[in-house]
């Protein structure tokens, strides 16, 4: 028996036909719905703070461990949003990578820099020579006795090579050494340079390019606005060029009050640093609300036996619960300020970095004076943008407050 299945293919037709008119249809509406908005995303003001200054300098925060490990459900997405650049806030430092002479610790520094790949970031490694955050042990012999000059050099080649050598290729630069310069004075008077001379400077360089010749390389320090230090900073530069030491950027920190320093004093420092061939960055931005203890009338050092610790007297605290409409609108108006004069130097400049994420965790809540509140950064407590954040947007050029 012969099977015959009729099939009338002319409705079938009709169904591709109509089907085919409709998917084009379709299509059409939504592509022309997709240029339209990305026609809106091109003509409407960047809301993200790396996407404001494309083009012009990358934009970093400093992180701690508790924001690196993903489970922060509030910093991560704001920290991979916002920032293209990261810089560990302690993690790499000597005390906490190399905490015994023959022990590392990289269980953090590894996440850091994992977090900073996951998220495609410029990845700044701080610090390898400090006179800061250093055991003792790092220039003593065995008996408690200061190292010759031969073994300092030789412990710090050692650990330069170790940690630099750890992350070769994927750490992008690294702040080789941080704050070698006084306020007055020229160098700074530390064990490096009692036990080694100013050649450790050179040394210091030299070593971190061995463990890593891709990594740019870094000398970071605070106040060099102040024309004495950028003088002494100037002057280190040159002397490492004239000898071929490989150095490619100089870091301003910018740990800044609402009213000083001056525009024109950091604006004369990017200018020096860059005539220097160097890159020019801002690598430790904050501006403190608080005052300081000369600016008011009360005596307050628990260590001389004023008061006690935990107990800042409301001068020196005055925005315990929250600041004020004024000072937030002040601190505002100086991230503008700022930001407008880093425009204004673009071609000089490199990175902008911020020293924190949040007024939460600012090193500024314990720093000069222990247990105060302060709001130096550019989101609150809560991670929520503040008036700051939406001023460093206006700096880039961007019209409109933040709803
Ligand atoms: O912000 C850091 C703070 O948490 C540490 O307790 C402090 C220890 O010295 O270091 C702070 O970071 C410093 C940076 O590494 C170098 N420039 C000055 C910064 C503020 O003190």
Redesign the pocket.
Known sequence: MKLVIKVNIKPLLTGYILTAIAFFLLTSITVGQAQTNKKKAEGSEPELLSEAYEGMFKIGV?L?RWQIGEENSQSTPLIAKHFNTITP??LM?WSRIHPQPNEYSFEAADRFVEFGEKHDMFIVG??LV?H??IPDWTFEDENGDDLSREALLQRMKDHISTVVGRYKGRVDAW?VL??AATWSDGLRKSKWLEIIGEEYINKAFEYAHEADPGAELYY???NLWAPDKRETVVKMVRRLQQNDVPIHGVGM?A?LGLDSPSLDDIEASIKAFSELGVKVMI??LDVSVLPSRDDVNVSYNPDEGQGSYGDVPEELNPYKEELSDSVQQQLRDRYVELFELFKKHQDKIDRVTF??LNDRQ??LN??PIPGRTDYPLLFNRNNEPKPAFQGVLEGAGRKEGIK
Do not use: R
Request: hydrophobic share 20%; charged share 25%; no cysteine.
């Open positions: 400093a701690n806030e302690n430092k701080h610090t400090w800061s955050q702040d941080n704050e970071n320090d605070y920190q740990h690598t430790e020293w924190g600012s090193w314990n720093f």
